[in-house]
């Protein structure tokens, strides 16, 4: 019975799927996401990786997130 209702969901999901035909060289986002929206987007996948990686989210104080800024260098 699981195995049907997994079917049916992933039927219905086929039925929605969009596919936009693009070259492979296009770096153009059709849809770029930006300012409040973005961190709002950001915020959510980040506390989604951490809850299906299962583990807790880090409670250290911002000033001491591990990260560097590396001035001038695009990556």
């Given at each position: 019975?699981?195995?049907?209702?997994?079917?049916?969901?992933?039927?219905?999901?086929?039925?929605?799927?969009?596919?936009?035909?693009?070259?492979?060289?296009?770096?153009?986002?059709?849809?770029?996401?930006?300012?409040?929206?973005?961190?709002?987007?950001?915020?959510r996948l980040?506390?989604?990786?951490?809850?299906?990686?299962?583990l807790e989210?880090?409670?250290?104080?911002?000033?001491?997130?591990?990260?560097?800024?590396?001035?001038?260098?695009?990556?």
């Amino acid at each position: 019975m699981e195995d049907a209702g997994r079917r049916a969901r992933a039927e219905s999901r086929r039925g929605k799927m969009v596919l936009r035909r693009t070259r492979l060289s296009d770096d153009t986002d059709p849809e770029p996401v930006r300012g409040e929206e973005a961190l709002s987007l950001v915020t959510r996948l980040t506390r989604e990786s951490w809850s299906l990686a299962g583990l807790e989210e880090p409670a250290y104080p911002r000033h001491q997130i591990p990260c560097r800024s590396v001035p001038g260098r695009l990556t």
